[in-house]
């Protein structure tokens, strides 16, 4: 340090005052032009023509914003000093402090009238940040044209030079107010007011755009360079070219990989759907017999269509059209099959009778001859139909059924009322929650939107023009039985059900479980 201060010291400072001179002028010469500079007003801009002073007063000048540098630099460190140990403020925040407990170099003192928008200087400081250059560029020159003074004249003439009155929030302030919320150098400041004199708001491009660099590389560099790749690609060209050859086969490897594994995969897609026979949703099973089955059957609410999920009021229609679903439940996988009925298409005219037992023992029907497992004994579980007159109909037919060798036991249970919740009301919700926020207006789609509801999900509909037997028919259940069975006395207080086949003609009824 004793050698750096001796000697050093003053080696460095000759060196300074020599790269001064050559790049930049003699030392008063610079102060000399600066004169004009730097004297500036408190709401004018610091080019008025008539505004001299000496050297004296530029260096003075220039020492008091050096000083008010410093101080707001201290102030900083000191704020990030105190604020250690708490939670780090951001720089912009502390700078704005700085700037308002140290005040303004003129007499009108601005950051102590702008006391009251700090927060609003601390906004645009932010919103200065998040800028792009170009986007930067643009809002500040948009922001000194609006400050620009257009309509005085000097000595009878047009301003060569032009003239700000500065302002923040409606109060007038000086330059350096004005220049530090908005984090602008003084450099840069007045690069910004020649741009605007010479282009207007336009954006800014560098001085040595389109240029050759100054950095760049001679031709004899770039010819080199070009060489020692050359030389670099024909020594390792070989090892290179096998690299590549085994990329490739590895590629072509790969591909015929994958198509065979698709090709394979469809195989059994297609071998598994000629597996599938009426009886069944598969081949019966070779090693295990179904000893209990359970099925599940329940009314979902209807559909209104068309349905938007956009919808805020009523449509336009006076009655919305009606979509009935019923759902059928395989409570073993689960896998549900909802029934849509359109309101043209159910067994009664206009929609009527779709909740009726000839409806519902149809679909049933329908169902356990296509999607049943050859089962010794099943269980059925519904919600209490007493209310809706067709209790009667489906002991007849689960009797009939199990009279047909369906199954050698079938259970038939209701539920209490007030505990009608049951697994088909889960498959339910899935469906209704993707209806909610779909756009519905045929019967089609609505059938895509159940089959990718939920793997669970699967649909059904009716057509009255397919002759196929394994398609749904309506049939007259309630006049084809009572011909061969009575009703059941105090067929209301039941709620359990057996049906055994060598019991012709008996059910075995159960108040309670």
Known sequence: ????????????????????????????????????????????????ENDESDIENTIQARAREFYSTSVIQDQSENTCSLNQNDELEDPSRLRINALFANDCNCTKKCFTKLSTFREQAYDVSLSVCEFTKAERDIYLLSKLENLE?????????????KQYRYSFQGVEICEFTWRNIYNIGRSEFKSLKQHLNANGVTPRSHGLSGRKSNHGHS???????????KRYADEFEDAKLVTTQKLIDHIQSARTEREYYKLCTQRSRDELKLA??????YNTPCFKNFENVHYTFDFSQYVNLPHSSQQVGALYFLTPRKVQIFGVCDENFPMQTNYLIDEQQTIGENGSRTHGPNAVLSMLHHYLHGNTYGEKACHFHADNSVGQNKIKTTLHYLLWKCLQGFTKTINLHFMIAGHTKCLCDACFGMLKKIIRKSDVNTVSQLVKIVDNSAKCNRSEVYNENDDDENSLKWYRWDNFFTKYFKP??????????????????????RETG
């Not at 770039?222 to 020692?228: D, G, L, S, V, W």
């Not at 599938?276 to 949703?281: C, N, Q, R």
Request: proline content about 2%; aromatic content about 12%; some cysteine.
């Open 1 to 48: 340090m004793d050698w750096f201060n001796n000697i050093g010291c003053e080696e460095l400072e000759n060196e300074a005052v020599a790269y001064f001179e050559q790049y930049i002028g003699s030392i008063p010469e610079v102060l000399a032009s600066s004169n004009n500079e730097l004297n500036v007003s408190d709401n004018c801009d610091s080019d008025i």
């Open 149 to 161: 003074i257009t309509d005085s004249v000097f000595r009878g003439g047009k301003r060569e030079r």
């Open 219 to 229: 031709f004899e560099v770039i010819e080199n360079t070009i060489k020692f790749i």
């Open 276 to 281: 599938e026979s009426p009886i069944g949703k």
């Open 488 to 509: 059941l006395r105090g067929i209301g207080k039941f709620y359990h059900f057996r049906f055994i086949r060598h019991e012709k003609g008996v059910v075995f009824a």
